[in-house]
């Protein structure tokens, strides 16, 4: 099954209105046709601007969030999957460790976001990933399958339609990358349980690696056979690295 790898950015809270379009002008020049799916997921205040740079472009708008409730009501501060539409967002991250971390997203409410982007037409990029506690203590693979295992039993049914992120958090922002071994044998666990529950389809899912990926490394954990693709930190906020990132991945 073929199927193109995706390199995300992820800003985080990064950005400001003449930054962003400075950034955007340099990935625009130097972006041929990319042979894989390009996206960049922004902060919310910035949908407006990105839609702008981005329109007819390779590269598609991203959100790193989602509200998991439908459209419409009393619930400050949140964004629903149709505001998120009406931005031509075409990707969201749900679940980053530091969503989870920071803002106490549960399993369960991880998989309700994700269930709120499938009804909106957005794919969710699904981030696990183990603590360095948890990895010490042996329990990688036990964290990351129950972790995905939550996603799995809501949305079992349109499964198919997610993007899996692997992300240990020890590796997220330390610049500590996992090597393409230690990368590989989670994702081939993940790999594992969706054909579990995709059957055929697993084989044609993305899962992606992040975590300190960088121009220097990215070819060689693309290389894996179950990396499928990066979402990317630090180096999608400096054009040059994105951009090597994105030759990389073929
Ligand atoms: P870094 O690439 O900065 O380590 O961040 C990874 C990440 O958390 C992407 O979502």
């Known amino acids: ?71 419409g009501g009393a619930f400050t501060g949140e964004h629903s999957g149709a505001m998120l539409r009406d931005f031509g967002v075409r990707y969201a991250i749900v679940g980053h460790s530091e969503r989870r971390q920071y803002h106490g997203e549960t399993d369960e409410h991880v998989a309700a976001k994700v269930a709120a982007a499938l009804a909106s037409g957005i794919t969710p990029i699904v981030c696990v990933g183990e603590t ?3 990895r010490e203590a042996g ?35 330390t610049g500590k990358t996992a090597s393409p071994e230690q990368a590989q044998a989670v994702h081939a666990v993940l790999r594992a349980q969706l054909q579990h529950a995709a059957g055929d389809h697993a084989a044609g899912m993305r899962i992606l690696y992040g975590g300190s990926m960088n121009a220097a490394n990215a070819a060689e954990l693309l290389a894996q056979a179950d990396i499928d693709g990066g979402l990317i930190g630090g180096a999608s906020l400096k054009a040059p690295d994105f951009l090597q990132i994105i030759a990389a991945a073929r």
Request: neutral net charge.
């Open 139 to 173: 329990r990688t693979e036990e964290v990351v399958k129950r972790q995905l295992a939550a996603v799995i039993h809501v949305n079992g049914h349109c499964l198919s339609e997610i993007v899996v992120a692997y992300e240990p958090v020890w590796a997220i922002g």
């Open 1 to 71: 099954m073929t199927k193109k790898p995706l390199i995300a950015g992820n800003w985080k809270m990064n950005g400001g209105l003449a930054a962003n379009q400075a950034l955007i002008g340099a990935l625009l020049q130097g972006l041929d046709t990319p042979s894989c799916d390009v996206a960049l997921c922004v902060p919310a205040p910035y949908f407006s601007q990105l839609k702008a740079l981005l329109e007819g472009s390779a590269i598609a708008l991203g959100a790193q969030d989602i509200s998991a409730r439908p459209h």
């Open 132 to 134: 360095l506690a948890e």
